[in-house]
């Protein structure tokens, strides 16, 4: 590979971490504001596709994005909200449920979907970055979407309130001592379905990036998997929601590095390229997870459900 | 919820004997683990039906159909048999580590390597007898499931890592690895619009089952529900998982190795699962190929929460089962509805069933340890 193929890459890897990660950014930062009150959704993966339909069939009905948007958040919500409230009654574990509501997700999303694989929809916005460069790959590359600098406002703004809001401490204190919680007159049960119907708005929005700005289209094909890395992303950026950010344009940039390789013309291994992010995936997890003690930052109540 | 229905005053008078009570009190726990879920499955029939009547279809000809499809005729049911086959495999492969308190939800990558390792074995021993080439491609498959879910299991009990996402990245990095081979270093030339391995001799191949046109994966998969029933109910070791699954600190401090009972139970499912791909290519396919990425991994973990990680319960479930995905080709072409339908159905089941785990215990009807209370109360305040 010559020099210039080299600095192509990488210029394609930066940009794309940016275009990849938005993504996998609101659904780590919707999954740290569940897993800090103590639950964890893996069901975010069923939220993220379903929400990246509903947002591209709004923005094909309507003719507007960010209805797609709104859309998209308010459906993730209600995702949210059903595994919040049937995780209050007694004996039903929510790593179960998770699945199912993965299972349902995707069924609900793919059903209703079918009339929309042909129709093109209004994309989302982005802002050129890159209009200093003469060269179009890094003007093509700084192309920065909209919801890009909103989740990454967002994870600052979150890791604010965790330290210095109310609403930040309440979500906290459920998450590391229910009992605690409770004794200081806290509804545990409404905190935490609050708590994931929260991170379920994030997670549909994260799937409107999908459908309305990279890649940009609505198939059945269009998370495989990135609404559940999100959620181990979460235990590598300990509960963090500035970590978050970090991690997502790690994976964003790992999931980038095919497509730009294939850019280049290194067609030879597509598919295991197309496999690094799960590759990073299970490496950071098996490097971040501890077998005695409960990880630095983690939630107290979070040991009971894993 | 409480179906206790006689006046409590009666009791005194019709004392109940005593001498049929653990009888009953065994015959209702039974029943009971057997009445929710089939409430469960009938209240999902039941939401579908609404669901399907807002957008305009007619319940009765979906069920109809469903019926036709998966169960009306011989050849129904033979296919919904030839379906279920795989599915015993993939809800073991949930069942059994079930048994540990964890949640395996990687069968799929597990029965996609399962039926690659077996067509990898098949080529060089080209030639070989038949006996020869059936064995080793089975433990070729065997070998890689344990392997694979095996790796899981460690990763849990040694590192502490979340079975549940990670036993999914690996099937995830299973599918990559296997499409990678399929079309790359295992890809018979000859394949031009299916990328496929070699297809497998003739005389590798497994047939039907005597006067079924079935193959032998689904008694092979039935004798291994019995098998991993009595190994988890009838055997130390699986009386050792149970006490792990229950508490963990309990367990070890009994000085049970386990992290060797995670691993290996995760590993025998994983051998299983792969098992269900060494039938696929060896009984259906003849070469491994994308069809072996069918989505049996998911349905199995439906199945396995279904049967309530019972294995006995996994046939009739995965009968049932196999036999609603089997009619989901007639129900697009004559209702018009899209492939995912199915799909839809399987999650609203999937999570009443799950709802419905928190009823256990609440009727009184299906709980010994309450039929006394009224009638003892009741008898203390009567003079």
């Keep these: 590979m010559s020099d210039l193929g080299l600095w192509n890459v990488l210029i394609a890897v930066i940009g794309g971490a940016i275009r990849v990660s938005t993504p996998f950014l609101f659904v780590s930062l919707g999954e740290t504001i569940t897993e800090r009150s103590g639950r964890i959704n893996l069901g975010l993966e069923g939220t993220l596709v379903f929400?990246?339909?509903?947002?591209?069939?709004?923005?094909?009905?309507?003719?507007?994005?960010?209805?797609?948007?709104?859309?998209?958040?308010?459906?993730?919500?209600?995702?949210?909200?059903?595994?919040?409230?049937?995780c209050r009654l007694p004996r039903v574990n929510d790593v179960a449920l998770g699945i199912a509501l993965m299972l349902f997700g995707s069924g609900l999303a793919f059903f209703f979907g079918k009339a929309f694989i042909q129709p093109s929809a209004p994309q989302l916005p982005a802002l050129p970055f890159g209009d200093w460069s003469d060269v179009p790959q890094i003007r093509a590359a700084l192309q920065v979407n909209v919801l890009f600098l909103i989740g990454a406002v967002l994870s600052v703004l979150?890791?604010?309130?965790?330290?210095?809001?109310?609403?930040?401490?309440?979500?906290?204190?459920?998450?590391?001592?229910?009992?605690?919680?409770?004794?200081?007159?806290?509804?545990?049960?409404?905190?935490?379905?609050?708590?994931?119907g929260a991170g379920g708005v994030l997670a549909g929005i994260g799937g409107a990036y999908l459908s309305l700005y990279y890649p940009g289209s609505w198939n059945e094909g269009i998370s495989s998997g990135q609404g559940l890395m999100a959620v181990a992303l979460v235990v590598f950026a300990r509960w963090n929601p500035l970590a978050c950010f970090g991690a997502a344009l790690l994976f964003g940039g790992a999931g980038a590095l095919g497509p730009a390789l294939q850019s280049v013309g290194v067609s030879q291994g597509y598919y295991l390229?197309?496999?690094?992010?799960?590759?990073?995936?299970?490496?950071?997890?098996?490097?971040?997870?501890?077998?005695?003690?409960?990880?630095?930052?983690?939630?107290?109540?979070?040991?009971?459900?894993? | 919820m409480v179906a206790e229905t006689a006046p409590s005053n009666m009791a005194v008078a019709v004392p109940r004997p005593s001498a049929s009570l653990p009888l009953r009190a065994w015959a209702a726990r039974r029943v009971e683990a057997l009445a929710i879920p089939l409430g469960a499955l009938a209240l999902g029939f039941g939401l579908f039906s609404l669901f399907l009547l807002s957008l305009g279809k007619s319940p009765a000809a979906f069920l109809d159909l469903v019926y036709r499809g998966g169960f009306g005729s011989a050849f129904a049911l033979q296919n919904s048999l030839q379906r279920a086959a795989p599915l015993l495999f993939a809800a073991l492969c949930v069942a059994l580590p079930a048994?540990?308190?964890?949640?395996?939800?990687?069968?799929?990558?597990?029965?996609?390597?399962?039926?690659?390792?077996?067509?990898?074995?098949?080529?060089?021993?080209?030639?070989?007898?038949?006996?020869?080439?059936?064995?080793?491609?089975?433990?070729?498959?065997?070998?890689?499931?344990?392997?694979?879910?095996?790796?899981?299991?460690?990763?849990?009990?040694?590192?502490?890592?979340?079975?549940?996402?990670?036993?999914?990245?690996?099937?995830?990095?299973?599918?990559?690895?296997?499409?990678?081979?399929?079309?790359?270093?295992?890809?018979?030339?000859?394949?031009?619009?299916?990328?496929?391995?070699?297809?497998?001799?003739?005389?590798?191949?497994?047939?039907?089952?005597?006067?079924?046109?079935?193959h032998w994966g689904l008694g092979v998969g039935v004798v291994a529900c019995l098998l991993a029933w009595l190994l988890t109910e009838r055997t130390t070791l699986g009386f050792a998982a149970r006490i792990a699954g229950g508490n963990v600190r309990a367990a070890q401090i009994q000085g049970l190795a386990v992290g060797r009972l995670i691993a290996g139970f995760t590993a025998l499912g994983g051998a299983l699962a792969a098992l269900a791909g060494f039938f696929e290519v060896a009984a259906v396919h003849g070469n491994a190929n994308a069809s072996l990425i069918a989505g049996y991994g998911y349905t199995g973990i439906l199945i396995a929460f279904l049967a309530r990680q019972n294995p006995l319960a996994i046939p009739p479930v995965a009968f049932l089962l196999g036999g609603i995905e089997a009619s989901s080709g007639l129900i697009q072409r004559r209702l018009h509805l899209p492939d995912a339908t199915i799909l839809l159905l399987e999650g609203l089941l999937f999570l009443l069933v799950l709802m419905g785990e928190t009823l256990y215990g609440r009727f009184k009807l299906f709980s010994p340890h309450l039929w006394g209370e009224k009638r003892a109360a009741a008898a203390q305040t009567v003079p």
Excluded: C
């Design chain 1, 51 to 86: 929400g990246a339909m509903s947002a591209y069939a709004t923005a094909v009905l309507t003719g507007s994005a960010w209805a797609g948007v709104a859309v998209a958040g308010a459906a993730g919500g209600l995702f949210g909200l059903a595994h919040g409230w049937i």
């Design chain 1, 158 to 196: 979150l890791w604010w309130a965790f330290r210095n809001t109310r609403t930040g401490l309440v979500v906290r204190i459920v998450g590391d001592s229910a009992e605690a919680a409770r004794a200081m007159g806290y509804d545990v049960d409404r905190v935490r379905l609050l708590a994931t």
């Design chain 1, 273 to 306: 390229f197309y496999a690094a992010p799960y590759v990073l995936t299970l490496g950071v997890l098996i490097a971040t997870s501890s077998p005695n003690h409960a990880l630095a930052g983690a939630p107290g109540e979070l040991g009971q459900a894993k």
């Design chain 2, 99 to 214: 048994r540990l308190g964890l949640v395996v939800i990687g069968g799929e990558g597990a029965i996609v390597l399962g039926g690659l390792a077996a067509a990898a074995v098949a080529a060089p021993l080209s030639g070989a007898p038949s006996g020869l080439g059936i064995a080793a491609m089975a433990l070729a498959a065997l070998l890689t499931g344990a392997l694979w879910l095996g790796a899981v299991g460690a990763l849990r009990a040694w590192r502490g890592v979340n079975e549940t996402i990670a036993s999914l990245l690996m099937s995830y990095i299973a599918i990559a690895l296997a499409n990678h081979l399929i079309e790359g270093l295992l890809r018979d030339p000859g394949s031009l619009n299916k990328p496929s391995t070699r297809t497998i001799d003739e005389a590798f191949r497994v047939g039907p089952m005597p006067g079924l046109e079935v």
